[in-house]
């Protein structure tokens, strides 16, 4: 990862508005050709990061470089980035190609080369022959790609998009996650995508940085981010996921033995993954890791009293508390798990994960 | 899907018809309701507007003779209007002198309305009231205040002699046409800022931010975004200047000389002292005439400059 080309480097950033620490210490790069987001709750300052990139906030600490070039003393219309807002920021006094070619006059084009570059841009947002419409005779969808396409005619080295699919239908929304991912690859820009919806972050992203308060909590792939959250925080925003408490026994080897508060049984986990840690330690593991057994499966397997079952079609999800109704833990299994008969409510049932299932977390 | 949805289709259908005929029942109650509300304002406006220019259309066909009107309808008040240079001059006069002190307005207060719309973030109204707060005296009491100001003796007569810039006070100042402009421009300003302060006020800021990523500098935001954004405000504060200014009366007669009576002065006097009420409602009606003209071409000329702009 090293010898890739950073396109963005954001050196130890903070933003305070007034006494309210908008951002605290970001500092990571983002590579060339990346499709990388932002993934946040409202109010994590994940908006705030993307504008201070654009210029339009100014950084109260740290510097922004881009390409290389520090940012610091550059106007938002001097940088080569550019940006998609969230309402789409469509002029209402102009058509569609000429909202598209808005920013081709600095370039300094004869009409021809324009009208080109602008058909070119309709042609790839799906649009052609749409130049002479009105921009209110569009829809949420084509105004989102119109604002697309007005940004990307500049040839930007970095593409913004502030929350683009937020306005949208969810029907609407999976299709142009979709058109996103493959125009991205089509003009192999770099993406900095802000989003507060996981998923759209996890289906459309190389890499991306989980937002909370300001901090940025964890930066990795989408799957690296399901698999290894390292935080309490980043584990719950990011899919559903049960959390346990447990006691580290001893290591045998390369596993380590952990005993699992409520249940009392003593599992197995990589130790390489504790980092040392010892004594208390909290847990996290996956719905879908655990299987549901009517009957022990051997000693190691944890016993819990099944509290409820909900049918979800592909899925069935089991809501299982833990020794003494202590901890409850849902499980979600495919629906032909139950092909040796339905376990009753009530009924003791036993858990079992494979070794490399359960992922320790850090306090935050 | 298709199979899974028809038994509900039946019931579909009926909501749709349901509904298509609540609607129907609620658009022609929203014309009514609108004729409703509408009511009041129609009726002052009839009252006020429609029958009196009715019955001054009527009037300026008659004929002054003597102390009354003679017989049957003619244009002989027209065919003089068009004949006499002292009519014509004062009316062009007064349309120039309109569109001097409205220019003069839109332009000195489009920067105030722009301040107001993007630099104030609290106490917005505090700001307008300080804005318009001339506004609440009279008109006449600001016109007066202007006679203060420019006269002989007058606050800039004294000021610039005590500095020693002048040997003897300016006479231009008072009794002179730029005095008249003056004076509407600022009678009339609050007429102006308001609808180009709330065209200004409606422009979603993201628009000025997108603009700015795509490359343009503080000046070409301006004109390429803001300006034709805020046209509809600048048109109609100019129409809202212009129209009242060209007929105004007390301004010129107060604050103007001899050589800055307006045509609104000229139709005073056939009302009053020349007691030619059939003239001075025929110069009336050519006067809304000649600033519906100058509207119209005013519009095209604006609609012409945008597309051009674009």
Known sequence: ?364 | MAVIQSPDSLTVMDGRRNTSFRRRLAARFDTLRGVLMLLPTLVILGVTVAVPFLLMSAMSLWEQVGFGYGDGWSLGNYAEIAGEPLYTTLLLRSLAMAMAATLMTVVLVYPMAYFLAFHVHRNKLVWLIIITLPFWTSYLLRVFAWRVVLGYEGVINSGLLELGLIDAPLDFLLYSRSAVIITLAHAWAAFALLPIYVSLEKIDKSLLEASADLGEGPVMRFFRVILPLSMPGVIAGTFLMFIPTVGDYVTPALVGGPDAQMIGNLIALQFGTVNNWPMGAALAITMILAITLVGLMFLALSRLLSRWAR
């Open chain 1, 1 to 364: 990862m090293s010898e890739r080309h950073v396109m963005i480097r954001l050196s130890n950033i903070s933003k305070r508005f007034g006494l309210f620490r908008a951002i605290e210490h970001a500092d990571f790069d983002i590579f060339r050709g990346e499709f990388f987001s932002i993934l946040g709750a409202s109010g994590s300052g994940k908006t705030t990061l993307l504008r201070i990139m654009a210029g339009f906030e100014a950084a109260s600490e740290g510097t922004v470089h881009i390409d290389g070039a520090p940012m610091d003393a550059v106007p938002p219309h001097q940088r080569p980035v550019n940006m998609v807002f969230q309402n789409y920021a469509i002029f209402p006094h102009l058509n569609v190609a000429d909202n598209i070619g808005f920013g081709l006059r600095k370039l300094g084009l004869g009409r021809a080369e324009r009208q080109r570059r602008i058909d070119e841009m309709l042609e790839l947002i799906a649009l052609p022959g749409y130049g002479a419409r009105r921009s209110d005779q569009l829809s949420g969808g084509q105004r989102q790609r119109v604002a697309l396409a007005r940004a990307l005619i500049l040839r930007p080295k970095v593409l913004l998009l502030d929350e683009p699919l937020g306005a949208l239908d969810k029907q609407l929304r999976a299709q142009m996650q979709t058109e996103l991912r493959a125009l991205q690859r089509t003009v192999g820009i770099t993406f900095v995508l802000v989003t507060h919806d996981q998923e759209e972050a996890m289906a459309l992203s190389d890499r991306v940085a989980v937002m909370d308060e300001g901090r940025v909590m964890q930066i990795d792939t989408p799957a690296g981010l399901y698999e290894r959250p390292g935080s309490r925080k980043v584990a719950g925003f990011i899919g559903s996921m049960n959390f346990l408490r447990g006691v580290v026994l001893g290591r045998d080897g390369a596993m380590a033995r952990v005993q699992i508060a409520g249940g009392g049984a003593v599992c197995r986990m990589p130790a390489d993954r504790l980092n040392g840690a010892h004594g208390d330690l909290d847990l996290a593991i996956r719905p879908e890791k655990i299987a549901l057994h009517a009957r022990a499966p051997g000693p190691d397997a944890l016993a819990g009293v099944l509290r409820d079952r909900v049918f979800l079609g592909e899925r069935v999800h089991y809501t299982v508390a833990l020794g003494d109704g202590g901890e409850t833990v849902i499980v979600s299994a495919p629906n032909t798990a139950e092909a040796d008969g339905v376990p009753q409510t009530g009924s003791t049932v036993w858990l079992s994960w494979p070794e490399t299932a359960l992922m320790p977390l850090s306090d935050t």
